[in-house]
């Protein structure tokens, strides 16, 4: 990128100075050529001046104005004074052509008569050095009486230097503007560079594993906003990985719990430690063990499928009250085993376009975590009901609260069982992060509502088609 800016900046300084260069080649032409059509309407006017003065002269051989040429020459010498002076020419010189061919100077020391070529055109424009002078030099002749022709050379400085002076000025604003061009590319490559570096070895040590990485933030700008994405990317990906490490954390602890309760009495039962009366209380210890076990095996299995959206819905037209009933029913004898009164609000939404099976998920881990944290005699509640965005499905549970800085996380994958000790240890602590999958593969929406001793509802949206 460095490259790409420098060398941008150096096409558009040439790109600059050609234009420039063009400019001023077009602006120079100008110049001349008006100062040449101005150079032919001072020397029509000056031609027609001398004219007039002098157009009357007779210089036949018997009219003796050969004999009167020192005389001539002074009057010549005046009129052409007074045309330089009125004409604003630099030298104004004359010559008289006879029509034999010869010439003769009316001027003492001639300057602009002996560089002329002969037989040049009234209409030409010649650049001269005189004297080390550039001039713009024009003839004019006259016809006199004895058909001999009074030749003027009219001469002015060519505007050489105004406009040389335009063109050093304007190549030299020119020259500095593309430096500046330049010198600025090379002052934002360098920057940029290195605020791109900060950010390119930011995300090489994130791609090592250094998660605590952090692009540097320098400016307000593009470069800022996405390096502060960046850092914002690299803060939620810690802190994945931090809850990552904590659930694996908090898996393996469930894991050894029956686990080792497990291969506890397995030993005993082995080396023949158990007597017969105690069989049936191992056995009943085992097979809740087992259950446990194989709940949070299924639960992780399915998370990591529904995370990774590895699983298809089955619409078909259900009678979804009906349906949640039928579900709710199911869970009659653990409820009355954990001594807690079950409440069913269905309201009849009629026949809808769900999934049935994933319905029952949703239905079936709310009911688990409501009985995990309901204390005896106490309520769950399961109300179904008709809202703007769909049927809302709600559970709601009379057990401890969630305390208000521990609502945003939920949904977290075992926070929930860690931070609070349930008050019967049964179920894998995944309950709600499956719900809020399922929510959310579905198009629906799931929200809480808990306050400390105050119980908790969890409600679940489902968009119907």
Not at 36 to 59: H, K, V, W
């Amino acid at each position: 990128m460095q490259r790409k800016i420098l060398l941008g900046a150096l096409v558009v300084a040439l790109v600059t100075l050609a234009i420039g260069v063009a400019t001023i080649a077009v602006v120079q032409r100008s110049v001349r050529d008006q100062a040449q059509d101005e150079l032919f309407r001072q020397a029509e006017a000056t031609a027609t001046f001398i004219e007039e003065e002098l157009g009357d002269l007779d210089l036949s051989p018997g009219s003796g104005a050969l004999k009167r040429l020192p005389k001539l020459r002074e009057k010549v010498a005046r009129v052409l004074r007074t045309a330089r002076i009125v004409g604003g020419h630099d030298i104004v010189e004359a010559a008289i052509q006879f029509p034999t061919g010869r010439t003769t100077a009316l001027v003492a020391e001639p300057r602009l008569l002996t560089r002329i070529p002969a037989g040049v055109d009234e209409r030409s424009a010649l650049r001269l050095d005189v004297d080390g002078v550039p001039m713009l030099v024009t003839v004019r002749r006259i016809a006199l009486v004895s058909d001999a022709e009074l030749i003027v050379a009219i001469g002015r400085s060519e505007p050489l230097l105004p406009v040389r002076f335009v063109t050093r000025s304007l190549l030299l604003a020119l020259g500095v503007g593309a430096a500046l061009v330049i010198g600025f590319g090379v002052w934002f490559s360098t920057v940029t560079g290195r605020r791109l570096r900060g950010l390119e070895t930011a995300s090489r040590r994130i791609a090592s594993g250094d998660l605590s990485a952090r692009a540097p933030i320098d400016g307000d700008d593009e470069i800022t906003e996405v390096s502060e994405a960046f850092n914002e990317m690299a803060a939620q990906l810690e802190e994945a990985r931090r809850r990552e490490r904590d659930f694996l954390m908090s898996v393996g602890h469930d894991l050894r719990t029956p686990l080792t309760a497990i291969r506890g009495y397995a030993e005993a039962l082995d080396t023949g430690d158990v007597s017969d009366e105690d069989l049936e209380r191992v056995a009943a210890v085992l097979h809740t063990q087992t259950d446990r076990l194989s709940r949070l095996v299924e639960d992780l299995m399915l998370l990591a499928r529904l995370e990774a959206r590895e699983f298809t819905f089955r619409p078909e037209r259900v009678d979804l009250a009906a349906h949640v009933k039928e579900i709710a029913e199911t869970y009659g004898a653990r409820i009355d085993a954990a001594r807690i009164r079950l409440d069913l609000q269905l309201a009849d939404v009629g026949v809808t376009m769900v999934d049935p099976d994933r319905v029952g998920q949703i239905l079936a881990n709310l009911l688990d975590n409501a009985m995990r944290y309901t204390p005896e005699g106490g309520t769950v509640a399961v109300v179904l009901a008709e809202t703007a965005a769909g049927v809302a499905l709600t559970v709601t549970d009379s057990g401890p609260g969630i305390d208000p800085e521990d609502l945003p996380r939920v949904f977290d994958r075992l926070y929930v069982a860690q931070r609070y000790r349930p008050v019967r240890p049964e179920g894998s602590g995944l309950g709600l992060a499956i719900v809020k999958e399922l929510a959310d593969a579905m198009g629906g929406s799931i929200a809480v509502e808990s306050a400390p001793g105050r119980g908790t509802s969890v409600s679940v949206t489902i968009p119907i088609a």
